[in-house]
């Protein structure tokens, strides 16, 4: 299994960016995909997941109402949808995947992809 996350870059703040993470070797029917990010001298924090099959998704609360997960399942492909970006969310996002349902917790996440950075001047 292998992700592959692209989309980072420089945004200026109240910007929006897409990140993508495509997902190979296997269908995730039955799995969670998320994301989480790591801002430097900080542990890598919860962003958002969603659930494969029933779309239900997860927010941390210093996202919701700013950013969208969504999923397509023809491109096997998650995406995060990041509008009002704030200096605060720049970081290296990952995305990553477990079997079963989203969950704030990364330790329970198997699969994990290379990262993007997204930087927000203020």
């Known amino acids: 299994v292998q992700l592959q996350a692209y989309g980072g870059g420089l945004v200026q703040a109240g910007g929006s960016l897409r990140l993508s993470c495509a997902a190979s070797?296997?269908?995730?029917?039955?799995?969670?995909m998320g994301w989480f990010r790591q801002a430097p001298g900080k542990e890598r924090e919860f962003v958002s997941a969603i659930n494969w099959n029933s779309g239900s998704t997860y927010y941390a609360d210093s996202v919701k109402g700013r950013f969208t997960i969504s999923r397509v399942y023809a491109k096997n492909t998650v995406y995060l949808q990041m509008n009002n970006l704030k200096p605060e969310d720049t970081a290296v996002y990952y995305c990553?995947?477990?079997?079963?349902?989203?969950?704030?917790?990364?330790?329970?996440?198997?699969?994990w992809g290379q990262g993007t950075l997204v930087t927000v001047s203020s």
């Open positions: 990553a995947s477990r079997e079963g349902r989203g969950t704030y917790d990364s330790r329970q996440y198997d699969y």
């Open positions: 070797g296997r269908t995730f029917s039955g799995y969670a």
